[in-house]
């Protein structure tokens, strides 16, 4: 239920959002970060991920700056947990997300900014058990925030969380915290 009430006020959100972006989008400026995000899901352990974003910043909107971003991220390590004795259970995700995305400049610092982000994802899992293999989609509503810190004009510093909540499925957790760092380049 949760999720099914996130998706609609994403939903609702982005419908107010579309007539304005018409409006504002004259001269988008262009973004690409990668990094490190390390994925916590439900049970012990957990995964870490290499993070690419490409986004775009489209302007403002209710006195603050938005824009959209595309994520991509795949597992440098695995998931791995004893199920039973002598038995284990190893998941490998690949992912991929689109996001709407809210900036807010922090007035006394220019080089830092606080943002916000709503999303949907779909992650392929493959996983192992005893040996035996199978491998399954699952999507996800996804939201989060966090901060970055430009050190020049062009090069800046990411860091943030960001929730995903995975609908349907039995196979995997409910949901995962993500923690990411990223160097992120204007274009």
Known sequence: MKPLIIGTISLAALSFAV???AQSTMNPSFYGSLGDSY???KYDGGIDEVTGRIGARMGQMWGFNWGVEGEIGG???EYRRATAP???????PIVGAGYLVGYLPVS???N?????RVGYGASSFHQSRNGLSSDGVTNSVNFGA???????GADGLRAD???????????IPTGADVWSVSFVRKF
């Open 108 to 110: 006394p610092m220019p």
């Open 19 to 21: 007539p304005a972006m």
């Open 39 to 41: 994925l916590t899901p």
């Open 146 to 152: 966090g901060a970055q810190y430009w050190l020049t």
């Open 112 to 116: 830092l900014e606080f943002l916000a």
């Open 86 to 92: 002598g038995a284990t259970y190893t998941t490998e």
């Open 75 to 77: 597992g440098i390590s």
């Open 161 to 171: 969380y960001t929730r995903r909540d995975y609908l349907g499925s039995s196979r």
